[in-house]
């Protein structure tokens, strides 16, 4: 299957800076791709989907100009937490969604996990 | 507007038992894909199953077989012979026309050896 990385895996960082997560697929291109949060014990939350080339879609509750998500190209992908608080703390995952056609399998990176101090 | 129900939170099982994990979605297109994910304790999700909304055909995979009945919105999960291998968070899942996909809120399984 599809191989997607994520960078860092996980980042410990003090209240206030800001942090940056890299997505890239590595052996397919994709036009659409997916960030989502996961608070420990909880589901996996949608927080923007993105195309290449065009501004993020937030979901309702998702500041966008706190998770700053920038889809330069169809291979990469980054999410940056800006100002982050202790609450930003969570486990952050990409997925990318291959082409156009149908099945509607997204392929997820590994996750990194965010601790803010 | 999608909703996916997995009203298991937490299940637990011996080793070699057969479990069953729940799942009933909502969706109002009439073609979407359902899927289940596990996610082990490292937090990496492995994708297991998809099914389109048109293929009801059940299958069997090894120790795992799924259960998708269309009239009563579920798409349950079963792994026969459970291992303790097998303990992680399972998620189902749903897209529809809007490629978005809606988990549940997982099940976590323990196989207890």
């Known amino acids: 299957g599809a191989v997607v990385s994520q960078h860092p895996s996980w980042v410990i960082c003090k209240s206030g800076t800001s942090v940056k997560i890299e997505c890239r697929s590595l052996?397919?291109?994709?036009?659409?791709m997916f960030w989502y949060r996961q608070f420990p014990k909880q589901s996996l939350m949608l927080m923007a989907t993105?195309?290449?080339?065009?501004?993020?879609?937030?979901e309702q509750g998702v500041e966008k100009d706190k998770f700053l998500i920038n889809h330069a190209s169809l291979t990469l992908s980054t999410l940056t937490v800006t100002s982050a608080h202790p609450e930003d703390s969570s486990f952050y995952i990409c997925?990318?969604?291959?082409?156009?056609?149908?099945?509607?399998?997204?392929?997820f990176g590994p996750g990194t996990r965010l601790t803010v101090l | 507007a999608q909703k996916v129900t997995q009203a298991q939170t937490e299940i637990s099982v011996v080793e070699k038992e057969d479990v069953t994990l729940d799942c009933v979605y909502e969706?109002?297109?009439?073609?979407?894909?359902l899927f289940w994910y596990k996610q082990p304790p490292s937090g990496e999700l492995v994708f297991l199953i998809r099914?389109?909304?048109?293929?009801?055909q059940n299958e069997i995979s090894g120790r795992y077989s799924w259960n998708f009945q269309k009239s009563t919105s579920s798409f349950n999960f079963t792994i026969t012979a459970s291992q303790v291998v097998d303990s992680a968070v399972y998620f189902c899942?749903?897209?529809?026309?809007?490629?978005?996909?809606?988990f549940g809120s997982g099940t976590q399984l323990t196989v207890l050896p």
């Open positions: 899942g749903v897209s529809g026309s809007a490629r978005q996909l809606t």
């Open positions: 969706t109002r297109d009439t073609t979407y894909y």
């Open positions: 099914r389109n909304s048109f293929d009801e």
């Open positions: 993105s195309n290449e080339g065009s501004k993020a879609t937030y």
């Open positions: 997925s990318y969604l291959p082409g156009t056609g149908g099945k509607n399998e997204q392929f």
């Open positions: 052996d397919f291109q994709a036009t659409t």
